[in-house]
Nanobody, 120 residues
Framework: QVQLVESGGGLVQNGGSLRLSCAAS????????LLWYRQDFGKERELVAH????????TYADTVKGRFTISRDNAKSTFYLQMNSLKLEDTAVYYC?????????????WGQGTQVAVSS
């Protein structure tokens, strides 16, 4: 059974840092694009960061650019979201996501979500 297991969420003060991890199992990890989304109560899910399988290029939401960094470790089948200079508005449940494709099949796996709460 494919699993994406997140860790690293928690409560942090405004301006602090957290690192989220997402460990994958039973997928060919290196071939997957990896993404972090977040969703706050009453809001739509937002794409935060994306790292591609083919060239490791990254993109970020404007709201986190310059503060968050996505990275991957293919040997460990794990990817990360380093979050610095956290703001109150970064409070949300963060979800990791792995997207892959093989011939006519697409794959879309999700973690269970981890809460990040930024306090003033």
């Amino acid at each position: 059974q494919v699993q994406l297991v997140e860790s690293g969420g928690g409560l942090v003060q405004n301006g602090g840092s957290l690192r989220l991890s997402c460990a994958a199992s039973r997928i060919s990890f290196r071939y997957y694009d990896l993404l972090w989304y977040r969703q706050d109560f009453g809001k739509e899910r937002e794409l935060v960061a994306h790292i591609r399988a083919d060239d490791n290029s990254t993109t970020y939401a404007d709201t986190v650019k310059g503060r968050f960094t996505i990275s991957r470790d293919n040997a460990k089948s794990t990817f990360y979201l380093q979050m610095n200079s956290l703001k109150l508005e970064d409070t949300a449940v963060y979800y990791c996501n792995a997207k892959g494709r093989y011939r006519d099949h697409t794959f879309d796996w999700w973690g269970q979500g981890t809460q990040v709460a930024v306090s003033s």
